[in-house]
Each structure stands twice: as structure tokens, then as C-alpha cells.
């Protein structure tokens, strides 16, 4: 399967946008956030969680915390797989301390 991107669109008033790009390897899948717009002070969690945006459930795949507007994660389930098991929504927190602040959200698809 070749790269796909998904688009991370603004929670709320966050002010922070951006993309996250898969990138299949075999068994594995190389994930990469690249946000732009506010810049938050502390690391900022990210998980590919079950369901869809604005209201996710539960994290299926922890990733790496996005620092400086970037994050990559390199996962142990292949392209294909991720993908055939929608919903899924990549979605990013404003910081650990207020995780449950949501700055950016996008469905798999």
C-alpha cells in the first residue's frame, strides 16, 4: 500500500493543525505528525485512539509525544492492517498535564 496522509484538523480554538503521513514497512508502519500553528511549551501526547473525531475512544496505539510541531512513531501492525481496522482518529493533546485537551483530531480513512 502506498503512503497515505490524513489531515489533522483544529480542535476548538487550539490554533494547531496539521498532518499525519503512514508509511507501511512490512509488519510496521511509520507514522509521522508534522503540526504548524501554535507551538505548545511542553511535549504534547499523541495516540492513534478507537473511533472518530471530535470524540475518540480508548488509545489502541500510543505514539511518540510531538515536540516542536513533529513527531514519529514507527508501530508493529502493517499499513493494511491499520487501515482495515476503522475507525481509527489520530488525535494530539495540548500537553500530559491536560491531556484531556485536544488540539488536533483526523480520522483514518
Given amino acids: 500500500m502506498p503512503p497515505k496522509t490524513i489531515v489533522l484538523e483544529q480542535v476548538g480554538v487550539s490554533g494547531q493543525s496539521g498532518t499525519a503521513v503512514f ?5 510496521k508502519t511509520k507514522i509521522t ?9 511542553s511535549p ?10 471530535p470524540t475518540p475512544g480508548a488509545v489502541k496505539y500510543p505514539l511518540n509525544n510531538v515536540v516542536n510541531g513533529k513527531s514519529e512513531t514507527v508501530v508493529a ?4 492492517d491499520l ?10 493533546h495540548e500537553s ?10 483526523g480520522d483514518l480513512k
Avoid at 23 to 27: A, I, L, R, V, Y
Avoid at 44 to 53: T, V
Avoid at 77 to 80: C, N
Fill in 77 to 80: 501492525v502493517s499499513i493494511e
Fill in 83 to 92: 487501515f482495515a481496522d476503522l475507525p481509527l482518529a489520530v488525535n494530539v
Fill in 44 to 53: 504534547q501526547p499523541s495516540h492513534i485512539h478507537l473511533g472518530k473525531c
Fill in 23 to 27: 508509511q507501511g514497512d512490512g509488519d
Fill in 96 to 105: 500530559v498535564e491536560k491531556s484531556s485537551v485536544y488540539t488536533a483530531c
Fill in 33 to 41: 505528525l508534522s503540526l504548524v500553528g501554535k507551538k505548545f511549551g
